[in-house]
């Protein structure tokens, strides 16, 4: 069973900075696709951004030039830096692996919390 664990969430204060790290149980290239999604009080789990195993990567628009995705395959872990954070980036922040074959799997961390406020 793959298992995902997140960490470097907390409570930052608007401006600031945190980077999360999403380690894997197994080799990241394994996975198709690899991202960050969040979740906040009352509200539905979100895409923030995406990484395909090429590299290239996807951002919604509420992030685009504050947060980067980046993997290293060496460490088995996709990172989320995120910077110039806001109130509204307050959030639980999940990982996720997708496997595309043989058959379509997605995976899930337990999730950390970010909190921006000063």
């Known amino acids: 069973q793959v298992q995902l664990v997140e960490s470097g969430g907390g409570l930052v204060q608007p401006g600031g900075s945190l980077r999360l790290s999403c380690v894997a149980s197994?080799?990241?290239?394994?996975?198709?696709?690899m991202g960050w999604y969040r979740q906040a009080p009352g509200k539905q789990r979100d895409l923030v951004a995406v990484?395909?195993?090429?590299?290239?990567?996807h951002y919604v628009d509420d992030v685009k030039g504050r947060f980067t995705i980046n993997r290293d395959g060496r460490q088995n872990t996709v990172y989320l830096q995120m910077d110039s954070l806001k109130p509204e980036d307050t959030a639980v922040y999940y990982c996720?692996?997708?496997?595309?074959?043989?058959?379509?799997?997605?995976?899930w961390g337990q999730g950390t919390q970010v909190t921006v406020s000063s």
């Open positions: 990484i395909g195993n090429n590299g290239a990567s």
């Open positions: 197994e080799r990241i290239v394994n996975f198709n696709v």
């Open positions: 996720n692996a997708q496997q595309f074959t043989p058959t379509f799997s997605t995976y």
